[in-house]
């Protein structure tokens, strides 16, 4: 924890009202709604466009723009179609682990509020020997509503009704906690209260714009938009990496990373190397721990898309570190989150008004 930070025990609310939102890809209307509650009125100007994003601006005092994006999408389900008997089909919205949907109970958004539905499968007691070695396809598993019909089923979902897993938020051992959606509901979280923060420092020579961008899950498509129109300077995304200081990660495949050593800065062709140096320069000065990751090439991030955008965008890649990654049980340290959110407040207050990017 850095110098600056009190002890954390709990979610600060505005997390906790984000982690609560349904919000999966293509459908962030309750994430939208909890960033238009929290961060509307701290900003000079507050936009949303037709791909769902938000946009706060705080207006700087000559300086370059920077652009915060943190995604308030997440991973879920989407209901591909209803046999006779009732029984939803569906496809996947993001990247999914094919061992994780069956026995899940899911809350699938529709038009008249979220419908409770759980995953089915055939059960391990009518499988073949063979058949248990093999991880379900998709089409094996279904959505059971408690319905006995099309028709029923039909008067409470629509095709297309997205779903996503009914875990909730909790606190698993002193600052760590669980919930579906730390990815990237923390990240999103990190840029908005730094946001919040920054709104009431008058003497930045930056213009800040915080975006909480869609779509990241099917690629990176809200910070597309959202760069484009912004068209900032610089630029950093707030995402989650990979913990792994569990038993399953070697090292030497996936680099040392741990849970509660300190956000991840990136490093490598994504990520402007000035931008870099100004990260760590910032988390030092913060006395926030920090950890440093190589990235070969474009990341799955929002900084792919803002890298590239009209005549090109320094960037930076700010990384939360979690384990167990696009599951119901995602798991993240508290301290972490508040030390990204304190280093991307002593970024933006070190930006000079003539500092450039180039190299």
């Given at each position: 924890?850095?110098?600056k ?9 505005f997390?906790k ?7 999966p890809?293509g459908?962030e ?6 960033i ?7 900003a000079?100007?507050?936009t ?6 938000r946009?706060a601006?705080?207006?700087?005092n000559?300086?370059?723009t ?6 308030i ?13 009732g ?10 682990d094919q061992?994780i949907p069956?026995?899940?109970?899911l809350h699938i958004?529709?038009?008249n509020g979220?419908?409770?539905g ?12 063979e058949?248990?070695k ?5 089409h094996?598993m ?9 028709a029923d ?10 779903a ?14 669980v919930?579906?959606?730390f990815?990237?509901?923390a990240?999103a979280?990190?840029?908005?209260e ?5 709104a009431k420092d008058?003497s930045l020579?930056?213009?800040v714009?915080?975006v ?22 610089v630029?950093?995304?707030v995402?989650?990496g990979?913990?792994?200081?569990h038993?399953d990660a070697?090292?030497r ?15 490598g ?8 140096d100004?990260m760590?320069?910032a ?13 070969p090439?474009p990341?799955g991030?929002d ?5 590239m ?8 890649l ?5 384990r ?10 508290l301290?972490v ?11 933006a207050?070190r ?9």
């Amino acid at each position: 924890m850095s110098k600056k930070s009190r002890a954390i025990t709990d979610y600060p609310p505005f997390l906790k009202d984000l982690l609560i939102a349904k919000s999966p890809t293509g459908h962030e209307f309750a994430a939208q709604a909890v960033i238009d509650e929290y961060v509307e009125k701290s900003a000079d100007a507050y936009t949303k466009d037709s791909i769902g994003n938000r946009i706060a601006t705080l207006k700087g005092n000559g300086g370059p723009t920077l652009m915060f994006a943190g995604h308030i999408d997440e991973i879920g389900l989407i209901v591909s179609h209803v046999d006779d008997k009732g029984y939803l089909y569906f496809e996947f919205l993001g990247g999914h682990d094919q061992i994780i949907p069956s026995g899940r109970r899911l809350h699938i958004l529709t038009r008249n509020g979220p419908v409770l539905g759980i995953t089915g499968k055939r059960a391990v007691h009518l499988l073949s020997p063979e058949d248990r070695k093999r991880v379900p396809e998709r089409h094996d598993m279904w959505i059971d509503i408690g319905v006995n019909n099309r028709a029923d089923a039909l008067t409470i979902v629509r095709i297309g009704d997205p779903a996503v897993y009914a875990d909730g938020p909790e606190m698993l051992r002193g600052s760590i906690g669980v919930a579906r959606a730390f990815d990237d509901k923390a990240g999103a979280y990190v840029c908005m209260e730094a946001f919040r923060r920054l709104a009431k420092d008058k003497s930045l020579a930056a213009t800040v714009a915080s975006v909480a961008t869609t779509q990241e899950e099917i690629g990176v498509r809200g910070a597309q938009v959202a760069a484009q129109s912004v068209n900032p300077d610089v630029g950093i995304a707030v995402d989650v990496g990979h913990a792994t200081d569990h038993p399953d990660a070697d090292n030497r495949k996936f680099g040392r990373f741990s849970l509660s050593g300190g956000p991840i800065i990136g490093r490598g062709p994504n990520i402007n190397p000035i931008v870099f140096d100004h990260m760590v320069e910032a988390a030092e000065e913060a006395g926030i721990p920090y950890q440093v990751q190589a990235e070969p090439r474009p990341t799955g991030t929002d900084a792919r898309a803002m890298q590239m955008a009209n005549a090109g965008v320094a960037c930076g890649l700010l990384s939360i570190p979690l384990r167990y990654m696009h599951t119901p049980g995602e798991v993240v340290d508290l301290a972490v989150v508040e030390q990204s959110v304190e280093l991307l407040v002593t970024f933006a207050r070190r930006v000079k008004k003539k500092q450039s990017y180039a190299w």
